[in-house]
């Protein structure tokens, strides 16, 4: 049975250790940054289709020591690699490492690189090219200590590309984070929900699939089509399947709003291209003004955070209005709030009752929950 590394965001190991478990893989076993699990050919498509909070899907073909460079040639070139994938097929080879003694890692890329295309050159007398850009086949290298693990990657372009999002503004969040903020604060379709600082619509576009049943993957293609053990005839059923399974276009309660226009315009552009301009409820307006569109649901926003002194003084202006703008027009609601801005928890003057450690790339935030009960929340 194959063995296969599902790679996230740093603190929603949690979430996809259980929809991993939910879709029947095994052996499922969670690390930092990310899942093993073993499972069929089947459920590695299932996984690439469905999952909202992996970025993407890792086979593991090999692991093993190493102690010098000519060790790790020497692993690879053993493999058998014609056997996953045409010599028509371009590569790219990607190598991370942690605790590695070898001195350089694009020399390591390089070794790996060549093994490959010599073992294809034994076989068959050519090899395949490379491709940086739009590989067909993207081989990992991981390196820890002195184990050598070496991946194909069965999803291609990362998972939280759905497919759909065209159109983005400054330092969107990405689709399996926000897929993932979703899931740890339990929103649930039906629930209302609003974003009231949506930039180009991520929270609202996730929420709107999850609602219609439409399964994040379902509008794109992935790396393992190209695999020669690739089973088109379960992969087409799969995905027939899933589609039969989608709910139509209808308003749901799912509610953004953003102060700036052309944000509103980028959202609404992703929502009609998505297919979900009907679900989603739009208008321009400030997050301090806003009132709650239903008597109870849940707020979720990606806050903004400064980098330059300017921008930190008018996030310590924005804080406490924030904070009296919840509690004042949002009795009732639960407010989710994603930042990296740690001065929040003093300058909202609101006490969270929860705090998720989360990771948006290198970056460390939180995400803080709020349950605007009027009256209980504010530090005395």
Not at 23 to 40: I, N
Request: charged share 25%; with cysteine.
């Amino acid at each position: 049975m194959p063995d296969f590394f599902a790679p996230c965001p740093r603190g929603l190991e949690a979430v996809l250790h259980s929809d991993l478990a939910t879709m029947g893989a095994q052996q499922v076993r969670s690390t930092e940054g990310g899942v093993h699990f073993s499972g069929d050919w089947p459920l590695c498509y299932r996984v690439n289709l469905e999952s909202r909070v992996a970025s993407r899907i890792l086979w593991r073909v090999k692991e093993t020591q190493y102690r010098t460079e000519q060790d790790i040639y020497q692993a690879v070139f053993a493999l058998q690699w014609q056997r996953w994938f045409d010599v028509t097929r371009t590569i790219r080879v990607n190598t991370t490492a942690i605790r590695c003694a070898l001195k350089s890692l694009e020399f390591i890329t390089l070794l790996v690189k060549d093994a490959v295309c010599d073992r294809f050159r034994a076989h068959c007398n050519e090899r395949p090219s490379v491709d940086t850009l739009e590989p067909d086949v993207r081989i990992h290298v991981f390196i820890e200590d002195d184990k050598l693990m070496l991946y194909l990657d069965t999803s291609g372009d990362a998972l939280f590309k759905r497919g759909i999002r065209q159109h983005t503004n400054i330092a969107p969040i990405r689709e399996n984070l926000a897929a993932g903020i979703l899931r740890l604060a339990k929103w649930q379709p039906g629930t209302p929900l609003l974003d009231p600082m949506c930039g180009s619509g991520t929270f609202l576009i996730e929420a709107a699939q999850m609602s219609l049943n439409i399964q994040p993957g379902i509008a794109r293609k992935f790396a393992f089509e190209k695999l020669l053990n690739f089973d088109a005839a379960k992969w087409q059923k799969m995905r027939e399947q899933a589609i039969a399974a989608q709910l139509p276009a209808k308003p749901l309660e799912i509610y953004g709003s953003d102060l700036y226009g052309d944000a509103l315009k980028t959202t609404w552009r992703n929502l009609e291209e998505a297919g979900l301009s009907d679900c989603v409820e739009l208008k321009q307006a400030n997050v301090l003004e806003i009132t709650a569109p239903t008597a109870s649901g849940m707020l979720v926003a990606n806050l903004p955070y400064g980098e330059r002194m300017g921008e930190l003084d008018e996030l310590a202006e924005l804080y406490p209005k924030l904070g009296d703008a919840l509690k004042k027009k949002f009795g009732g609601w639960t407010a989710y709030l994603f930042t990296a801005d740690k001065a929040i928890l003093k300058l909202m003057r609101l006490s969270p009752s929860k705090r998720t450690p989360l990771f948006n790339g290198a970056i460390e935030c939180r995400l803080l929950e709020y349950k605007m009960v009027s009256g209980s929340n504010r530090k005395i």
